[in-house]
């Protein structure tokens, strides 16, 4: 069997290529072996959320996988069919939901019929998006290209206990992506935001809200600022580990979202969570391009799947936008333009590549 050979190593050599390369392989149906995976990290190999994310597309696509175990730094990945119904995964720690999410939404979205995925494990954990950042600027633009999910929080999860559940829900509609042009943000709107604690005193989330207001409304006087808060502390939930952060978004007249987040710690006093949050943002503003540091990467797989030429802007070329397209082009053959230097602003033109005709049932542009 021939199988596409992705080399885990390159670029950023961290988790976000076994991710991709997993998701696009259950889409397009190619064989994937993915080697030295991690290979540029502390602990190289897969950890629990990378092997939660292999299973729960395996299972989804009916695909058959060697070297699944913690630690593996190799993999063979044969997909199936994608099918429909309802799923369950644990990621057993506090792992990464929303890392997980990154390898099982763009398969959801091709799955045909209607689909359902229960995901356990850390909502808000360092090292990876909040599951707010995911709901409210990822999904944004994932209803841009002409699709939708329904992204619930049933319970946060928090290091080093994990226990947070969300689940994600795809309708039965068929499918109809458009590619984009977004390439400047336009003129900023409103900014919107969530400030959370769990197990927490309620003027954790309170005093992260008011310093992340503070900044902005000294940077953005005239822009409206609303951040909702939310509280929880469960007296008898042993799943719930004390916890707290603040996620932020722009809304902007282009129709782009801009979101910046920080992430409480021991120690951190909760107006530095809030005012390092409002200063993120303000930096991602201050480019002028459409997507932030973090959407910038998150879109490009999905543009490789539309059929035309996507355009959009980004506030910092970081290597895992390159490394990002490297994998797309391995496994899409999509024509992928960059303009920009290094972790500066940037312009990226996608001329994706729909999946074999011989699955029309999969996608209708």
């Not at 670029?11 to 976000?16: N, Y």
């Not at 993915?34 to 897969?46: E, H, M, T």
């Not at 058959?64 to 119904?85: C, K, N």
């Not at 902007?252 to 979101?259: E, H, R």
Request: with cysteine.
């Amino acid at each position: 069997m021939g199988y596409v050979v992705i080399d885990g190593s390159i670029g950023e050599g961290g988790g976000q290529i076994l991710r991709t390369s997993v998701a696009l392989s259950s889409i397009l149906m190619k064989p994937i072996k993915v080697v030295n995976i991690r290979a540029k990290r502390r602990y190289p190999g897969l950890q629990n959320q990378h092997i939660t994310a292999v299973k729960a597309a395996a299972e989804i696509s009916e695909a058959v996988v060697e070297g699944l175990r913690l630690g593996s730094t190799e993999i063979t990945y044969v997909p199936g069919r994608l099918r429909p119904g309802r799923y369950s995964f644990d990621i057993g720690t506090a792992g990464s939901i929303t890392l997980v999410l990154q390898t099982l939404i763009p398969i959801l979205l091709f799955t045909p019929g209607e689909v359902e995925v229960e995901v356990v494990g850390g909502t808000d954990v360092p090292w990876s998006p909040p599951i707010d950042y995911m709901r409210n600027v990822i999904l944004h633009y994932i209803r841009l290209i002409g699709a939708d999910l329904d992204i619930k929080v049933l319970r946060r999860g928090h290091y080093p206990g994990g226990g947070g559940r969300v689940v994600v829900k795809r309708s039965a509609q068929p499918l109809r992506l458009k590619p984009i042009k977004l390439l400047t943000r336009g003129e900023v709107i409103r900014v919107r935001g969530i400030s959370h604690c769990v197990k927490l005193p309620k003027h954790v989330a309170e005093r992260q809200a008011r310093a992340a207001e503070e900044v902005l409304r000294n940077s953005l006087p005239n822009i409206p600022v609303g951040i909702e808060l939310e509280y929880f502390d469960p007296a008898n939930d042993s799943y719930a580990w004390p916890g707290s952060g603040i996620v932020l978004w722009a809304e902007t007249s282009n129709g782009a979202v801009v979101g910046a987040d920080a992430l409480g710690m021991k120690g951190r006093r909760a107006e530095e969570v809030g005012s390092d949050a409002a200063r993120k943002l303000l930096a991602e503003l201050g480019t002028e391009a459409a997507l932030d540091r973090h959407m910038s990467d998150n879109i490009i797989p999905y543009l490789a799947l539309i059929s035309g030429r996507s355009e959009v802007g980004g506030s910092s070329l970081t290597n895992h936008v390159y490394t990002v397209i490297e994998v797309v082009k391995m496994l899409t053959g999509s024509d992928v333009e960059v303009r920009g230097a290094p972790n500066q602003p940037f312009k990226v033109s996608v001329v994706g590549a729909l999946p074999p005709t011989a699955q029309p049932h999969r996608i209708r542009s």
